[in-house]
């Protein structure tokens, strides 16, 4: 389909000619002419660019979606349904989100608040608001200056999980998938969604060059903050099988293009150290979009992600005509900003093996910021600890300690056959500072980067005494928790 094709407030939109990096912010407020949607920081950190996209899960469900329509670009929309807070009145009634915002005085200059109520209008149809902390997570990705957060909180309490028979459920109940596949071309410039591998192999062989792109949450940052046009682009978003997210062998296969809300979702009953790292990863809006591979494959020494799943012993799986390529994924990473990556292959899966008995393992992000921040350092570790309390395996994971995600493979060799006490933690620390040579930036210097690790080896070793791999408690000030 060489025409973008998706639906805008319930009426359906063709257009043709666009660059394919027109975001869908930009469309909204320059050419649909609907400027309830604002635009503040054009980089996802302020929420008052937020809609609500209607759009299929990873199982084939339809969901509403709070996205930060700033980093969504205009193809990544084909076949989905775009809501805009104009849509929330209805039938010369304001809508309930509205209605409890007004009621709980959630707003004062209002210049956030459209954002607010199309976040709160996710919160409203979720089925799975069961804890009170959910609140928070749904809305630390929208700021405000001026109200202050405990009237918009209460609204949220007000609305979540109310799912009211309104146009939004009809729609969820009615909708039926479109086809997201696209070859659009507009000028210079190309997009291309490919609907099956075979197609996407056909596409590389015809375009060696392309770049990937599924979320946009990273490479959309380029566009709006350095504006950049790329010229050709491949989203991967149509090719289901990247989606599996599954038990596998005992242990986990995650695909590429798994959304860390989903991940999130489905490792709270599967994988206590990966729902504590994406408990944090971003707002709910970022993680509605931001995928695993992506995460990945921007190969960032401080990504969220790598250093919990090394830490699992996680391999990579490499996908490319030729067929399949594995790895362990610390050899995934090659350099700063660099895979293992060849040309015509991507990042397909992330195989994470069933965890050894008397396995301890936990996930650590410290930042500036508890939500909706980078990591200064991060950490994964697992400490295999035999009958008689000696360790017989040792991963110990960092983020932010060098130009790649890479393990402290002398502290580890000097854990491994000692009894596994804070002794022993102790005795090691001085072995981070030969594994790590830590920069300094405006995130850390590089003492308290070293100092960080070695604190975060000593969390680890007190968190885990009574529970092996401990989940984050309801109220929670960080991802470090020692009783």
């Known amino acids: 389909m060489d025409r973008l094709r998706f639906y805008l407030n319930d009426r359906l939109v063709e257009e043709s000619g666009l660059s394919p990096t027109t975001t869908v912010l930009r469309y909204l407020r320059d050419r649909a002419h609907l400027t309830g949607t604002k635009e503040g920081c054009a980089e996802g950190d302020c929420g008052a660019c937020t809609v609500a996209v209607l759009e299929e899960d990873g199982k084939g469900a339809p969901v509403l979606r709070a996205i930060n329509s700033c980093l969504l670009l205009l193809p990544m929309v084909q076949g989905k349904r775009v809501y805009t807070v104009e849509a929330l009145k209805e039938g010369g009634r304001y809508h309930l989100v509205q209605e409890a915002l007004a009621r709980e005085l959630g707003s004062q200059c209002g210049y956030c608040t459209p954002g607010v109520t199309m976040a709160l209008l996710e919160a409203c149809h979720r089925e799975d608001f069961n804890e009170p902390w959910k609140l928070d997570a749904q809305m630390c990705g929208n700021l405000c200056r001026c109200t202050g957060y405990r009237p918009i909180r209460d609204a949220a309490a007000r609305v979540a999980g109310l799912r009211p028979a309104d146009r939004f459920a009809r729609a969820l109940a009615e909708t039926k998938p479109e086809p997201m596949e696209l070859a659009y071309t507009a000028g210079p410039q190309r997009f291309f969604t490919p609907a099956t591998l075979e197609a996407l192999w056909d596409v590389l062989d015809a375009h060696p060059e392309a770049r990937f792109v599924v979320g946009g949450t990273d490479l959309s940052l380029e566009v709006t903050k350095r504006f950049a046009e790329p010229p050709l682009l491949v989203s991967l978003e149509a090719l289901r099988v990247l989606r599996t997210l599954e038990p596998r062998a005992g242990g986990h296969r995650v695909g590429a ?33 931001a995928t695993v591979g992506g995460n990945l494959c921007t190969a960032s020494p401080i990504g969220d992600l790598a250093p919990v799943l090394i830490s699992l012993g996680a391999e990579a799986v490499v996908l490319s005509r030729a067929g399949e390529r594995r790895m362990a994924l610390e050899d995934f990473f090659v350099d700063y900003r660099r895979t293992a990556l060849r040309r015509g292959e991507l990042l397909a899966f992330v195989d994470v093996p ?69 002794a022993s933690v102790e005795a090691v620390l001085p072995l981070l500072d030969e594994d790590f040579t830590p920069r300094t930036d405006h995130r850390g210097s590089d003492w308290y980067r070293a100092q960080v690790a070695k604190n975060l080896l000593r969390g680890f070793f007190l968190e885990t005494l009574s529970e092996p791999a401990p989940r984050l408690q309801e109220r929670h000030a960080a991802t470090v928790q020692v009783r």
């Open 354 to 422: 069933a965890q050894p008995a008397g396995a301890r393992a936990i996930a650590y992000k410290v930042s500036k910021r508890r939500e909706l921040d980078i990591s200064s350092v991060s950490a994964g570790f697992r400490v295999v600890v035999d009958e008689q309390g000696r360790v017989r395996e040792a991963r110990l994971a960092y983020g932010g300690m060098s130009a790649r995600p890479a393990r402290a493979s002398r502290a580890e060799a000097a854990l491994v056959g000692q009894p596994w006490t804070e």
């Open 257 to 289: 293009t798994v959304t860390l809300t989903e991940l999130e979702d489905y490792s709270r009953a599967t994988c206590p150290p990966l729902e504590r790292m994406a408990r944090y990863f971003g707002a709910r809006q970022i993680k509605n979009r």
